[in-house]
């Protein structure tokens, strides 16, 4: 990889279009932001900088910060061609760095901050070797911030984005930033936890495909406070576009964001406790060699081997894929090696002895698996296994697929289907109980909802944690 490469990873540079800054600012106009001071704390070559000199009449003071000199240069050639600029000031300045305590206090007014952070997570920059990231130590001196130091990864804009909040602890203003959606949604569940000063929040969702090339949802954020309101507010308004007049509310409630909160105000008798909890399929971190292919009264491996193995440990499987697409099973295979964590893989040796020497013979690739939790249990284990595996009948739902489809799933060949780590299920030990259960979870009142809990732009929208607070029991129209 090239430097010019890595340095664009390390500072996630995303420069904004200029037509996109010239928007947000004329929709932040229009909904009444009006800043006596302006902060850009990384303007790169100044689209935000411009368009807010463009757009704010009002502004007196308007500063941009940029570590790189190459984008400062092109900024300050950009500024001699405007008039009067005699009030926007540019510097150099590493944004983890800057002492922003001391730094803001070269004006009073209202503070707009505005601009587009670094999309990237700190393990994105520990990998090309980059140090354009916070100080720990400061890092943990924030309220708020233990759970996120805890992380193996973060966003960097979060961080920075929980810095920026705490400039209006004290001071009236707003902040106006291009962030990933899911990051924006993190950032005001820690507003709202840390009690900040919040009078209203707004999200306007941008087509990052269109006017970055980047694969990801993202949005404008806008953030409104005011230390001397009598009252905060914490529940915030989703527009489909900068343009949407339409919106609908997001807010946190019962320990959870919710996306929908019309939706979920109507259906909220069913919040409470699934009758049953649901799980997620075997997890083994070695599909090569635990996933196989039927061929004849043989199985071929995803090293290209053909075995002969015992039926005693060999379960059909269905993949989150073929949960979430429907798709008919594909004569796939799983070796599940316990009925419980933990349980003595010994046995196989006796009961189905060319299991174990197949086992054997991939002992290297099965020993290799990262996680501490194959090293602490014994060897060839898996996880996701207990009594509710084995049953016979399941409801499942593939927890990437966004099209949110539940499927009643049988037996098949007369033994119990298993599923992988991308899945959630439900299980019963007969037909008559599972189809009840079925037509209560896909109903309308339960499918609206678990919707309305759910945000389907999201890598992993369907989460445990979200189906184990429907209680199907209370669904009355089926």
């Not at 984008?71 to 001699?80: F, G, H, P, V, W």
């Not at 009236?172 to 709202?192: D, N, P």
């Not at 259960?437 to 369907?462: A, H, Q």
């Amino acid at each position: 990889m090239n430097d010019t490469k890595k340095k664009k990873i390390e500072f996630g540079d995303f420069q904004t279009p200029f037509s996109l800054a010239k928007t947000v600012c004329n929709r932040l106009k229009d909904i009444g932001l009006n800043p006596k001071v302006i902060v850009e704390p990384t303007c790169g070559v100044g689209a935000f900088l411009l368009s807010s000199f463009d757009s704010f009449e009002s502004a007196e003071t308007i500063v941009g910060y940029e570590i790189n000199e190459n984008y400062l240069a092109e900024l300050d050639a950009s500024l001699t061609k405007c008039i009067n600029t005699n009030k926007v000031t540019i510097k150099q300045g590493d944004f983890f760095s800057i002492d922003w305590s001391k730094e803001l206090l070269f004006s009073n007014g209202e503070l707009l901050v505005i601009g587009n952070f670094p999309w990237v997570t700190n393990s994105g920059i520990g990998s090309i070797g980059g140090s354009n990231l916070p100080v720990k130590s400061n890092f943990l001196k924030h309220s708020g911030f233990d759970s996120i130091s805890g992380k193996a990864n973060f966003d960097i804009s979060e961080w920075m984005l929980l810095e920026v909040m705490s400039w209006f602890a004290l001071r009236k203003g707003s902040i106006a930033m291009l962030v990933k959606t899911a990051v924006a949604r993190k950032i005001l569940s820690h507003a709202e936890n840390q009690k900040a000063c919040l009078v209203s929040s707004l999200i306007y969702k941008i087509d990052a495909k269109k006017e970055f090339n980047a694969s990801v949802d993202a949005c404008l954020l806008v953030m409104s406070f005011d230390f001397k309101a009598e009252e905060f507010v914490y529940d915030y308004e989703v527009f489909d576009s900068l343009d949407a007049k339409q919106s609908h509310t997001v807010g946190h409630r019962n320990g959870f964001t919710i996306s929908d909160l019309i939706s979920f105000n109507e259906y909220f008798y069913l919040f409470g406790n699934s009758p049953i909890k649901w799980r997620s399929g075997v997890k083994h971190d070695c599909s090569s060699v635990m996933e196989l292919t039927r061929i004849g009264d043989k199985y071929q491996n995803g090293l290209g081997e053909v075995v002969s193995l015992e039926n005693d440990y060999v379960y059909p499987l269905l993949k989150g894929s073929d949960i979430g697409s429907d798709k008919k099973w594909r004569e796939k295979f799983v070796i599940v090696t316990q009925k419980k964590v933990g349980e003595d893989t010994d046995t196989i040796a006796t009961i189905a002895p060319k299991t174990w020497q197949y086992l054997n013979a991939n002992k290297e690739l099965l020993n290799a698996r990262g996680s501490s939790i194959y090293v602490k249990n014994p060897k060839f284990s898996v996880f996701g296994v207990g009594d509710y595996a084995f049953n016979d009948w399941k409801i499942a739902i593939c927890a990437l697929y966004k099209n949110f489809e539940f499927r009643l799933v049988s037996p098949i060949e007369h033994k119990t289907v298993m599923f992988d780590d991308t899945v959630y299920y439900i299980s019963f030990k007969n037909r008559e109980e599972a189809e009840i259960v079925f037509s209560k979870i896909t109903s309308k009142e339960g499918l609206n909802f678990l919707k309305s809990l759910i945000f389907f732009d999201e890598k992993r929208p369907v989460k445990t944690g979200l189906l184990n607070v429907f209680d199907w029991t209370k669904v009355t129209n089926v």
